[in-house]
């Protein structure tokens, strides 16, 4: 049987769904495998729900939001747009369906563009073939959505704008780079934090192993361990002795 | 540290080990709890400077003493640590929830 | 508190009565507390963030192995909360203006942008902070988040925003219940009027990078001796596992390089910084305590195990912790391609190259100040040695070169805790001295409002307040269901809860609660009371009720933070640590403090440079001191010295102390005397004096006694001493150098043996200052005729601290240093009227044997006659003789029995300038008792049933300060000024007629009932 590829998409109410409705009435074709949900803005498309989607059996995600200036609440799209990257970002550096996920923008009048995108992605996908499904990859999707819905995360996703074009706390500027370092490092230790818990849920493992498994250097793995234990969610395994101590979830 | 330990460990604090009474101790037992252990100052490092070295022969007194009536003497213990070690407390704390656990209910609750 | 009324200094003439401390290390707050416990009042400034210093970094402290965070801890308490101690941190000084007795100081401080006033150190904001950063509290091996709190113990206990790291996200302010973040926090500037000054800033560590054959930096598997001890710590980046950098592995092999930025010239440190071996040493026998399968060794010029116990501790090491000592000094260290493994490159003894693997390096980095301090000193205008420590000089090792301005620890010299705190007293002693007419015109005396008395049969009426703790307690914790139940248990006429229970308005909130419901007993169910106990005491005490009736249950660091995912058995437990609370509460009775007068006159005892010193330190302060010594005529052992080794003139300093002695009228020197007898307690003690020659005898009032009985140089055994007018001693050899300097020029060959009598079976300490004055007298000779061959034969040479300059001049100047083992040690024997010296040369390998014209032993130092002394005064002494003190590392010169103060040679060899710091030192001590009037005693003290005592002596044998005795009644008698309270008595009495008060046997009982019951 050939792949028919699972699509979920998320469209915005005021051009994206209006613009699929238009295909409707046009009745302009596309190919059945998408499923839609509706979302007043896709501003409200939270970066975790796409790892959820690919964990829950979708083999790609898209995002339709209204184009760059159209927004209905003003900037709800450039700020999905934002998150969007960012979340790209570590799906492409975990290597982990990027390219399965699109955001683009269609206008209440562009019936046949949705027609095309809806075909174009289905086709990308198609040919990507099924969402691969491996221990590895679960687990790291497991940790981005984790660490996507975490606290930190979200707070900096949400501020980020303000800190870059208005002010800070102290009433400054903050300086773009840095908070685009921030932020990626802060999500980036979370998801190597995640990412170890998740590994030390069915074993007790060695710090060499641990790096291995996250296909980091043991210089770049350590720092992740000893933020852990000093958060006190990680221990050391004391029931046997030898050289290489072994990590355990406390 | 916000470490875990089990919730069945209830403090009696006491200004030196020293103060532990071996009536105290069976007191306790008496009473109806499960366990008792008493945890002072690293060996050598008392701030009274050897108050923790007579609790420790009060305690293994009492082992004998448990050991005795039936009870166990597995139901006592003195532990050492020392300040920074918070560690260690929350350690002993789930050693001896688990050791009372195996031992079951105080036969003088029965 | 409120400063205006201390700012200005109305009249001039007056010296103001308070101190600026600057640097709040253990040196920095030993001083403060000393001060604000002697009537001044105290300013700590320090640069960090919370006080501390780098003992707070420590895991263990050599010799005891004590835990450094467990000793420290009280300390930080006691200043943090000391209301005569005003602690500034995050600020520095940034001039000093004015003459001394009437300094202005003007003081930066930093923003914190947390609110100290609010802060409750709870650490939300910690928690939801988004930004990491370096931690270096943890020397960068861990992070920490942008508002931090350097250590967990940290006092203040307040979070403070790394600004440089923050990006100003808004989270922590969001995440902070008690309102604390204040991003508005600025920048300011206040200023201080102090009458004296002491500088404590400590030092940095050498930068290892620095000396890049080693690679540190390059290389992960390198580390520094301060990182190591951050790896061996509890509450360090492996919770004291041991494991290396570059893949997290227990190394095996650590190989220790000692001496890296320490005596060595071409970086300009040619300075020995003391305490180096010893904590090499010491972290070598922790690794082994951690990992038994560790191999440590250490590489080394010399050990330099000079101070009070310490050659017993390195002796340890070798024989019980296989520690190994290459005497050595590595080339290089190279890293093993792959392995993270490091080659070390050294010459060994023999002068061959070797190479040897391990596992993880550590670098024993040296001490310097840091450049901030430097700078600091600047603008102070005090005056830095070369190498940039604080100028002092040897007569006057307290004194920086600006009057009114004192120093002590390590800006001084490189030294050790012990000998930090002892001279932070003694600075305080002479920051004291200045200031003496001021004493007590700025110390704050609070004044209570009458107790409200409670009588036993009085009906218990109990106010309990459960806390929330923000989030802390309440959100693991049903706090309204734990207030609901508190309210039905019996007795409890009132019970509230807080968002927190330390808020300055909850306190208001308590007191009218106390008022409005008539409460007798009060309970706060929140955090530890070992932080906050003292305050809510103080809270109940405001409101009229005796600080005893105060009852506190731990729902929090020992309930909700740790059973935070059990949030219902967190309740229950929550429950039932109230109900404990609630039946111990209700056996709580006030027990009350009387007051007892203090004799303010002093004692001290021996008349050499220590209790010279100390007896005119207090005389100075204006306090009465009888001077007691046993010879014909004062001046102890430096009546035998001539110079110092930096050549200064002893006999001249000496006629100057000893005429300033005899001229001070509150001075009474008894000469020719001796004590007889000696009674009572810190405050009130009487003393029999009996002088020579017609044995007159005279009882003596006094509040403390201070001990300076000296050492002196033991007569040696062995080597053709005495036999052959040609063998001397050092001192004997000095002697001879000043009465008869001509005749020197004679000798064309000399060799002095070193350690003869000293780290020995008999013997095994270090008699310290032998190396220093070998090096004096040669380089004496040296100068006399510069053709005369002088060879000195030695184990280690210990010239700590700066006296390594002048073991480096020596050597310039051709003195010859050989090494013997103590299994070998030089022959001395006679060839008809040849003296004959034969030793093993380890780099020949072969025997020498010269024809010396002259040999020089230098001799153990030995305490002076003391035992007789001890016994009456009834104080400890190590096995070889010398007094203990009451704790090696952070009571230097205190004893156990409070009151009684050890200064000088009696306690361990010391040198001239220390002798002095720490005479000081035991003034200042003993200053904390003689400036009050009188002393609060009782509270928790063990008290005895004279009638169910059966005289048993089970608590005279079980007290570990003897104090209980049986009195004439047949009964036992525990002196209320005495008692420690821990309680060991009352445990072991058979026919418990001993009770501890608030830990009685009673509330003891039903606190373990209540956890029972229902």
């Given at each position: 049987m050939s792949f028919e590829p699972k699509i979920l998409s998320f469209l915005c109410n005021w051009c994206a769904y209006a613009g699929a409705d238009l295909a409707g009435i046009s009745r302009f074709q596309y190919p059945p495998n998408t499923r839609v949900i509706r979302v007043?803005?896709?501003?409200?498309?939270?970066?975790a729900f796409v790892p959820r989607a690919f964990l829950a059996g979708f083999d790609g995600v898209m995002i339709l939001g209204c184009h760059p200036g159209d927004c209905h609440y003003i900037s709800g799209n450039i700020q999905a747009e934002r998150k969007i990257a960012l979340l790209r970002k570590v799906l492409s550096d975990e290597g982990v369906g990027s390219e399965r996920l699109l955001l683009d923008w269609v206008s209440a009048g562009e019936g046949q563009r949705f027609a095309e995108l809806i075909r174009g992605f289905t086709e990308q996908i198609r040919s990507l073939g099924p969402f691969p499904k491996t221990e590895e990859i679960e687990g790291k999707l497991r940790a981005i959505r984790t660490s996507l819905e975490g606290e930190k995360i979200r707070w900096m996703v949400g501020k980020a704008p303000e800190l870059m074009e208005k002010e800070n706390v102290y009433g400054e500027r903050t300086d773009p780079e840095r908070v685009r370092e921030v932020l990626e490092t802060t999500l980036r230790e979370e998801l190597c934090k995640n990412r170890i818990m998740g590994f030390l849920e069915a074993a007790t493992m060695t710090a060499k192993e641990i790096s291995d498994k996250l296909n980091l250097s043991l210089k770049e793995t350590l720092p992740h361990l000893v933020s852990l234990v000093g958060e006190g969610r990680i221990g050391f395994d004391t029931s046997e002795e030898s050289h290489y101590p072994r990590y355990v979830r406390s | 540290m916000r470490l875990s330990y089990p919730s069945n460990v209830k403090v009696v604090k006491l200004p030196c080990t020293g103060r532990v009474d071996v009536l105290l101790i069976l007191r306790a037992f008496e009473s109806g709890v499960d366990g008792v252990y008493v945890a002072g100052c690293m060996e050598g490092e008392c701030h009274f400077l050897r108050g923790n070295l007579r609790a420790r022969r009060r305690v293994e007194y009492v082992k004998g003493l448990l050991e005795e009536v039936g009870l166990g003497g597995g139901r006592v213990e003195m532990f050492n640590m020392s300040a920074s070690q918070g560690q260690r407390f929350a350690q002993f704390a789930r050693e001896m929830t688990e050791r009372i656990r195996l031992l079951g209910p105080s036969p003088v609750r029965k | 508190m409120e400063l205006s009324d201390r700012t200005?200094?109305?009249?001039?003439?007056k010296p103001v009565g308070a101190v600026m401390v600057v640097g709040g290390g253990i040196g920095g707050m030993q001083a403060s507390l000393d001060l604000a416990e002697s009537g001044f009042f105290v300013y700590l400034v320090d640069n960090?963030?919370?006080?501390?210093?780098?003992m707070s970094q420590l895991d263990k402290t050599f010799p005891t192995n004590d835990c450094a965070m467990c000793i420290m801890s009280p300390k930080l308490v006691g200043t943090g909360g000391h209301r005569n101690i005003r602690v500034i941190t995050h600020a520095e000084v940034k001039e000093i203006t004015g003459p001394p007795g009437s300094f202005e100081a003007a003081i930066i401080r930093r923003p914190r942008y947390i609110r100290a006033d609010k802060c409750t150190g709870c650490g939300e904001c910690a928690k939801h902070c988004p930004v990491t950063a370096i931690d270096s509290y943890n020397e960068g091996m861990s992070k920490r988040a942008?508002?931090?709190?350097?250590?967990?113990?940290?006092?203040?206990k307040v979070f403070l925003i790394d600004r440089d790291t923050c990006i100003g996200c808004g989270l922590c302010e969001r995440a902070c219940l008690a309102g604390a973040v204040d991003y508005g926090d600025k920048e300011s500037v206040e200023k201080i009027s102090v009458g004296s000054v002491i500088l404590a800033p400590g030092f940095e560590v050498f930068a290892a990078e620095r000396r890049p054959e080693f690679g540190y930096g390059v290389f992960p598997n390198v580390l520094t001796s301060i990182e190591f001890e951050r790896i061996l710590s509890a509450t360090g980046p492996h919770r004291s596992h041991l494991l290396r950098p570059s893949d997290g592995a227990i190394p095996e092999r650590i190989a220790f390089i000692q001496c890296v930025g320490s005596r060595d010239v071409k970086c300009g440190n040619d300075y020995c910084s003391s305490i180096c071996c010893m904590y090499a040493v010491k972290e070598a026998i922790i690794a082994k305590e951690h990992v038994p399968f560790v191999k440590p060794t250490i590489f080394n010029m010399d050990i330099r195990a000079y101070g009070k116990g310490f050659d017993a501790y390195y002796e340890r090491a070798k024989a019980d912790y296989d520690v190994r000592f290459i005497k050595s000094m590595v080339s290089k260290v190279r890293e093993k391609q792959g392995t993270g493994n490091l080659l070390v490159t050294f010459l060994n003894e023999e002068g061959k190259a070797s190479e040897e693997e391990f596992d993880l390096v550590v670098l024993s980095v040296g001490m310097t100040p840091s450049q901030s301090v430097r700078d600091m000193a600047a603008r102070l205008g005090v005056n830095l040695n070369r190498f940039g420590f604080c100028e002092t000089e040897t007569f006057t090792p307290l004194a920086t070169s600006r009057e009114g301005i004192y120093v002590c620890g390590a800006f001084q010299s490189p030294k050790d805790i012990p000998e930090t705190v002892a001279q932070a007293s003694g600075a305080a002693g002479a920051a004291a001295e200045i200031i003496a007419s001021a004493r007590g015109t700025l110390a704050i005396k609070k004044e209570y409002p009458p107790e409200s008395e409670v009588k036993p049969e009085d009906e218990a009426r109990i106010g309990v307040f459960v806390c929330h703790c923000g989030i802390n307690i309440g959100g693991v914790v049903n706090v309204p269901a734990v207030r609901e139940y508190a309210s039905t248990l019996p007795n409890v006429i009132h019970a509230d809860e807080n968002l927190y229970t330390c808020s300055q308005d909850t306190q208001e909130k308590i007191k009218n609660a106390v008022k409005e419901h008539g409460l007798n007993r009060v309970i706060v169910a929140s955090c530890s009371p070992r932080t906050h106990e003292p305050m809510f005491r103080e809270t109940i005490r405001e409101a009229g009720l005796n600080k005893f009736l105060f009852e506190m249950a731990n729902i929090r660091d020992q309930c909700s933070w740790v059973h935070m995912r059990r949030k219902a058995e967190a309740t229950e437990k929550a429950k039932l640590l109230v109900r404990m609370a609630v039946a111990n509460a209700r056996l709580n009775s006030p027990l009350t403090e009387t007051e007892v007068p203090v004799i303010q006159r002093g004692l001290v005892i021996g008349g050499g440079v220590a209790g010279m010193t100390a007896a005119l330190c207090l005389a100075e302060q204006g306090f009465e001191v009888f001077l007691v010594e046993k010879e014909d005529r004062l001046g102890g052992n430096l009546?035998?010295?001539?110079?110092?080794?930096?050549?200064?003139d002893v006999k001249a300093f000496l006629r100057g102390l000893i005429a300033r002695a005899l001229d001070n009228s509150k001075i009474h020197v008894l000469l020719n005397s001796q004590i007889v007898d000696f009674n009572g307690v810190r405050g009130n003690f009487t003393t029999g004096v009996r002088t020579a020659p017609d044995m007159v005898y005279q009882k003596i009032q006094h509040g403390i006694t201070i001990l300076a009985t000296g050492a002196q140089e033991e007569k040696p055994d062995g080597y053709l001493y005495g036999e052959d007018p040609r063998v001397l001693t050092q001192l004997e050899l000095e002697d001879r150098l000043d009465q008869a300097g001509d005749d020197a020029i004679q000798l064309q060959d000399v060799v002095m043996i070193q350690c003869v009598g000293s780290r020995n079976e008999k013997h095994p300490s270090c008699s310290r200052t032998c190396c220093a004055t070998a090096v004096k007298n040669a380089l004496k000779l040296k100068k006399l005729n510069p053709a005369m061959n002088i060879r000195i034969l030695y184990r280690d040479i210990r010239t700590y601290g700066f006296l390594e300059t002048y073991y480096t001049q020596a050597r310039r100047e051709g003195i010859v240093f050989v090494r013997y083992d103590a299994e070998e040690s030089p022959e001395v024997k006679k060839e008809g009227e040849t003296l004959l010296i034969s030793f093993e040369d380890k780099i020949l390998k072969e025997r020498m044997t010269l024809k010396p014209d002259l040999i020089v032993l230098s001799s153990a130092s030995i305490p002076r006659e003391n035992k007789e002394l001890a016994n009456l005064l009834k104080v400890p002494r190590t096995a070889e003789g010398f007094f203990l003190e009451?704790?090696?590392?952070?009571?230097?010169?205190?004893?156990?029995?409070?009151?009684i103060y050890v200064a000088g040679s009696a306690h361990a060899p010391k040198l001239i300038s220390e002798s002095i710091s720490q005479a000081y030192a035991a003034a200042a001590r003993a200053c904390t008792i003689l400036s009050k009037d009188n002393l609060m005693v009782g509270g928790i003290v063990a008290v005895v049933d004279g009638e169910r005592c059966a005289a048993c002596l089970t608590c005279v044998r079980v007290c570990p300060y003897d104090v209980p005795v049986v009195n004439v009644r047949g009964e036992a008698e525990i002196d209320i000024i005495q008692c420690k309270g821990c309680g060991t008595c009352a445990a072991e009495c058979p026919a418990r007629a001993i009770d501890l008060m608030h830990f009685t046997t009673g509330q003891l009982e039903a606190k373990v009932g209540a956890l029972v019951e229902g």
């Open positions: 007043m803005c896709s501003g409200r498309v939270d970066p | - | 200005t200094n109305k009249d001039p003439a960090s963030p919370t006080i501390g210093g780098v942008a508002v931090y709190l350097r250590y967990p113990q940290a006092i203040p009546l035998h010295l001539h110079h110092t080794i930096e050549g200064g009451a704790h090696m590392k952070l009571r230097p010169v205190d004893f156990a029995s409070d009151g």
